[in-house]
């Protein structure tokens, strides 16, 4: 292992994976990642794999649809076979006029944005997902470039273009501390040792609250434990993904034929990745309801992982004036595979004192200081 | 008999030709071999291929089978028709 680096990037997930290689890619190849397993051991390869421009917010929005853009050209760019990304859309259904406002809005915000997003009524839904149980929906949005991504070989496609331009990593590799000295940055402590260094980014999903106590940053993140199931693969019966906020599903058919489908419920902040029980039951009687083929479906399955939820559902992307040389990547509420490139691009941009892509104003941490939030992003299951 | 005719996980086709590949590309333990080819991650979950790839992982590297860690087993321990969970919890209530 190395003992000095200029950088150190802590998370093997598809942020420290993207990270590294934009890093590695501008010429920037002192950069280390750490990993405290194995790659995609955390949120991103516990994910659903589901990749969707359609949010309520504009940086997620702007976020998205740049991700999405990279995407479309990820194994040309990353020199790599196959990260089973396949475009045949999202679509969203709700349950009543309260929902069908909110779509509304959406809607008008994402085509100002240029997504092509549209408005359905259910009839419309229906011929999209002719297995659709379009009792109890009101209406539902569509967009057709929205899709399915292989979270683990999207990740290995990134490692391996770092690795290939000089990037290191080192799995199986725990952080115990970070080392600050008078507000700077001076190394990361390791179960495997000490590596002495300038700059520090938390890419560590579910823990970024604790790696920021180990600079002495106080992050206003908390993680919670969401759950999902995957069937057994069979041939194919439905292209989009569907969800629903009211409803409270995400339900897609991967290219390789397994269903996988999760949902959420207001459970206790905390690092727990258990699978329960109760789970199952509400999970299997919300998709037999609403797609009832897939009931018939067995479950091989099922695993939990970490949204680590920030105040706004927005990404914390940027520095602080608190500790020199510390960057955060996290936050990402559910949404941080699908956001990757973008992540990527950016905190390179940061790092490297380039002209960042996109405004930071509403991505930096800073944005919460001495604010309460009030407007957040509501589409997230 | 030729690596490349010798099945491995049936559930997902991986072979032990495959498996070969990917330790000479630094894939060594069972987790990132279930992510990156899907072995031990079908229908049978690992129940007809874990000990083979537990096993040919340790004769490749030369490490005795006691220190190369099983995959780690998630429920269900058999596949169950979402259906009959469905109808399964209903009836409790």
Same mark, same amino acid.
């Given at each position: 292992m190395k003992n000095k680096a200029k950088i150190v990037i802590i998370g093997g997930g598809i942020s420290g994976a993207s990270i590294a290689y934009n890093l590695a890619e501008k010429g920037e190849t002192d950069v280390v990642v750490l990993e405290r397993?194995?790659?995609?051991? =955390?949120a991103t390869g516990r994910c659903g794999a589901g990749v969707r421009q359609?949010?309520?917010?504009k940086m997620n929005c702007l976020i998205a649809k740049k991700s999405i853009e990279f995407f479309e050209k990820a194994e040309e760019i990353l020199d790599?076979?196959? #990260?089973? +990304?396949?475009?045949?859309g999202y679509l969203i259904v709700g349950s009543d006029e309260e929902e069908d406002e909110l779509f509304e809005k959406n809607v008008k915000l994402q085509q100002s944005l240029g997504i092509p997003a549209k408005k359905l009524t259910p009839e419309e839904a229906k011929e999209i997902? /002719?297995?659709? !149980?379009? %009792? =109890?929906?009101y209406s539902a949005t569509f967009c057709k470039t929205d899709g399915h991504l292989n979270p683990f070989l999207m990740t290995d496609a990134y490692y391996k273009a770092a690795k290939r331009r000089g990037v290191e990593f080192y799995t199986e590799t725990e952080v115990t501390g970070i080392d600050v000295e008078n507000g700077e940055i001076k190394g990361v402590k390791t179960d495997k040792g000490y590596i002495e260094c300038e700059i520090v980014v !938390?890419? @560590? =999903?579910?823990y970024a609250k604790q790696i920021g106590e180990m600079a002495g940053v106080d992050i206003p993140v908390f993680s919670q434990n969401r759950e999902i199931l995957v069937t057994e693969p069979i041939e194919r019966m439905q292209d989009p993904m569907v969800i629903s906020f009211s409803k409270n599903i995400y339900c897609q058919q991967t290219p390789h034929g397994a269903f996988i489908m999760g949902r959420g419920d207001? *459970? &206790? @902040? =905390?690092l727990s990745v258990e699978s329960t029980w109760k789970f199952l039951d509400e999970m299997a009687k919300t998709v037999t309801n609403l797609?009832? /083929?897939? $009931?018939e479906l067995r479950v091989i399955r099922q695993w939990g992982g970490l949204y680590n939820m920030s105040p706004d559902r927005q990404p914390i992307i940027g520095g602080t %004036? &608190?500790?020199? $040389?510390f960057y955060m990547a996290c936050g990402?509420?559910?949404h941080g595979f699908m956001f990757g490139p973008m992540t990527g691009v950016l905190i390179s941009e940061l790092i490297l004192g380039e002209e960042p892509s996109m405004p930071m104003e509403e991505l930096e941490?800073? *944005? +919460?200081? $001495?604010k309460d939030v009030e407007a957040y992003e509501t589409n997230v299951v | 008999m030729d690596p490349k005719n010798i099945i491995i996980c049936r559930c997902s086709d991986v072979t032990l030709a495959d498996l070969f590949e990917l330790f000479d590309e630094g894939y060594t333990s069972f987790e990132e071999l279930k992510r990156i080819a *899907? #072995?031990?991650? $079908? /229908?049978?979950q690992a129940n007809t291929c874990g000990k083979m790839v537990q096993w040919e992982i340790s004769k490749y590297f030369k490490k /005795?089978?006691?220190e190369i860690p099983f995959h780690n087993m998630r429920p269900l321990t058999l596949g169950v028709k979402l259906r009959a969970i469905k109808e399964a919890a209903e009836d409790e209530e």
């Open positions: 397993h194995y790659l995609t051991s =955390g359609q949010w309520g917010t790599y076979d196959d #990260v089973e +990304f396949k475009q045949e997902v /002719p297995h659709l !149980n379009t %009792d =109890g929906v !938390n890419a @560590a =999903g579910g207001n *459970r &206790e @902040a =905390g797609l009832p /083929p897939v $009931g %004036d &608190e500790v020199k $040389g990402f509420s559910g941490l800073s *944005r +919460f200081d $001495g | *899907r #072995v031990g991650m $079908g /229908p049978c /005795p089978l006691e």
